[in-house]
């Protein structure tokens, strides 16, 4: 069976028994990819009107290609594109005798991406867990737009780097202080290439908008503004301070670049509270993801059932900060 090959093809070049692969709980990243594709399928459908038959897929980053399968089960003319060949691997493994999935191995920031396909061939374009890891996502966006038809959207996925969680424990490598870091002192705190690249959400949508995606919806998918009460993010800052002091066996260079990196980010925070309120602080510090669409204004995106519509910048009332942090 596909899956289970692409699980003993990852046990064989990872050293570990396939079986106890397949009893972890929960399942790691890589051997969950199809059940994570399949919870991806129900949650779109759920929240907008889609009808995968037919629809022409393009799915960035595609790795083990969970998300690829689910799609082209359905009917979708699915291609996926990694920059890693041994993930081409993976997917191609994976789909093999189950679905047709054309997989190729790519940069998606490249100019090969328009040597190697039509404008607007695509319906949809995945960016699940993705944008972090791309450098250049201004060719990114560029390639993006070139690529999607005059109704298609993006769906994307990206771990949110200004949230204090993520400052506390960075979700990739479980480490506190990487992402109040510039990914080049990253090795201070953990010694291999970083490839991750935090930006706000607010980064995002101009890129994406500049490139004629203006059509976007935010999703709260995590209820931040029922569970995130403004009470959550200031403990979650303070926690950073405590680490931070704690920490005897910080390196003297790495404990003055956090400083800064804590700084820089309360001030954010301070600034974003005073200037843009409650309802935009929850969203952009108490999500722990990001997840939605960057669509063409045509794209038929509206939602289902009802979700959080992003307050615009300068239309929210501000709310004073109950909480003063010290510069450290
Ligand atoms: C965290 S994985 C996400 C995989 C998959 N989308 C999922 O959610 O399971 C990120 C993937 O993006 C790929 N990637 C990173 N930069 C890329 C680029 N410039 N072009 C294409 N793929 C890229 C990586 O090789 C990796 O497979």
Redesign the pocket.
């Known amino acids: 069976m596909a899956y289970l090959d692409f699980v003993d093809m990852f046990a064989r070049k990872s050293e570990r028994d396939p079986e106890e692969l397949l009893k972890e709980k929960p399942l790691s990243?890589p051997i969950s990819?199809n059940y994570?594709g399949e919870k991806l399928i129900e949650f779109l459908t759920d929240i907008v009107d889609i009808d995968f038959k037919k629809l022409r897929v393009l799915?960035?980053?595609?790795?083990?290609g969970?998300?690829s399968i689910a799609m082209a089960k359905r009917g979708a003319h699915v291609t996926g594109?990694?920059?890693?060949a041994q993930?081409i691997e993976y997917a191609k493994t994976n789909a093999r005798g189950d679905v047709d999935l054309d997989a190729r191995v790519?940069?998606?920031?490249s100019s090969d991406v328009r040597n190697n396909f039509e404008r607007g061939e695509f319906d949809l374009i995945l960016l699940?867990?993705?944008l972090e890891?791309?450098y250049d996502t201004t060719s990114l966006a560029k390639n993006i737009d070139y690529l999607l038809n005059d109704t298609g959207f993006v769906y994307f996925k990206v771990p949110n780097g200004h949230s204090p969680r993520w400052a506390i424990s960075e979700g990739h490598r479980k480490i506190f202080g990487l992402t109040l870091l510039d990914p080049d002192c990253w090795f201070y705190l953990y010694p291999r290439r970083a490839s991750i690249f935090y930006r706000p959400f607010e980064y995002f949508t101009a890129i994406f908008g500049h490139f004629g995606l203006s059509n976007q919806l935010w999703i709260d998918e995590e209820k931040v503004f029922d569970r995130f009460p403004k009470r959550k993010l200031l403990n979650q800052f303070k926690e950073i301070y405590e680490i931070y002091r704690n920490n005897p066996e910080f390196d003297p260079q790495l404990k003055e670049y956090l400083k800064h990196g804590i700084n820089r980010f309360r001030d954010e925070f301070l600034f974003d509270w005073d200037d843009l309120g409650d309802a935009y602080c929850r969203f952009k510090y108490g999500s722990y993801f990001y997840s939605g669409f960057f669509a063409r204004p045509k794209a038929n995106i509206a939602p289902k059932t009802e979700v959080m519509k992003l307050p615009s910048i300068g239309s929210i009332a501000a709310a004073a900060p109950d909480y003063h942090f010290p510069e450290l």
């Open positions: 990243f990819t994570r799915d960035i980053g595609c790795a083990y969970g998300f594109i990694d920059v890693s993930f790519m940069d998606a920031s699940n867990d993705v890891h791309i």
